[in-house]
C-alpha cells in the first residue's frame, strides 16, 4: 500500500498509542523489558478507554499539540462507544426515535409502519460494526426505507409495512399489507 492511501485511522491509531504512553508515563503505569509488552497488550484489551479517561491538558501538549490549541479546549475528556442495548433504545425509547421518526412519516400517507424486536435488533449490531454511533442508526434505517417512502405515496393501496431481521440482512423485501387486503381481514 503507498503512503498516500493511508487514512486518518492510521495516524489516529499512532496518536492514541502515543497519547496512553504518555499518560502511563504521567500516571506512574510504564514498565521497561517484558513487562511493557503485557502491558501495552493490556491496554490494547481493555484499559485502552480507562487510560484515556485520566486525560489533562498537559498529556495532549506532551503528545505534541500545540499549546495555543489546548488553551482554546475549555473540557478534555473522552467518549466511550454505544453499546447494542444504547443503540437500541436510541431506535425506540425517545420522543424523537428513529423509529418513530420513520414511523410518522409513513403514518402522513396512510401507512402503518412496524419494525420487529429482531430487525430492531439487526439495527442496533449493525450500527456497532460501522463504528459511527448513531449516526449509523440513521444511514441504515434511511437505506432500508428508500424503496418504500418512494412508493408509498404513489401507491395509495399500501395499508400496513413490516420491517423484519430479514429485511435488515437484506435477505428479502418489506412485508407490505394492502388495503384491500387489510379490509378482508
Known amino acids: 500500500m503507498r503512503t498516500s492511501e493511508c487514512g486518518n485511522g492510521e495516524r489516529d491509531k499512532t496518536l492514541h498509542t502515543g497519547l496512553e504512553k504518555v499518560i502511563q508515563r504521567r500516571l506512574g503505569r510504564h514498565a521497561l523489558g517484558f513487562s511493557a509488552l503485557h502491558e501495552t497488550h493490556q491496554a490494547a484489551h481493555g484499559l485502552r478507554d480507562e487510560i484515556l479517561s485520566h486525560i489533562e491538558p498537559e498529556d495532549l ?4 499539540f500545540i499549546p495555543e490549541f489546548v488553551g482554546r479546549l475549555p473540557i478534555v475528556t473522552t467518549l466511550a462507544e454505544l ?5 437500541l433504545s436510541i431506535l425506540t425509547e425517545p420522543k424523537n426515535a428513529l423509529t418513530k421518526q420513520f414511523a410518522k412519516l409513513m403514518a402522513m400517507e396512510g401507512v402503518e409502519l412496524e419494525f420487529t ?3 430492531r435488533r439487526e439495527l442496533a449490531a449493525q450500527a456497532l460494526k460501522k463504528g459511527t454511533g448513531a449516526r449509523a442508526l440513521r444511514g441504515l434505517i434511511e437505506k432500508l426505507m428508500l424503496d418504500v417512502m418512494f412508493d408509498a405515496p404513489d ?3 399500501i395499508a400496513h409495512v413490516k420491517i423484519t431481521r430479514a429485511v435488515v440482512r437484506g ?3 418489506p412485508i407490505v399489507r394492502r388495503k384491500q387486503d387489510a379490509e378482508a381481514a
Do not use: I, R, V
Open 61 to 64: 501538549l506532551n503528545a505534541g
Open 83 to 87: 453499546t447494542e442495548d444504547q443503540m
Open 117 to 119: 424486536p429482531d430487525a
Open 155 to 157: 401507491n395509495g393501496d
Open 171 to 173: 435477505e428479502s423485501q
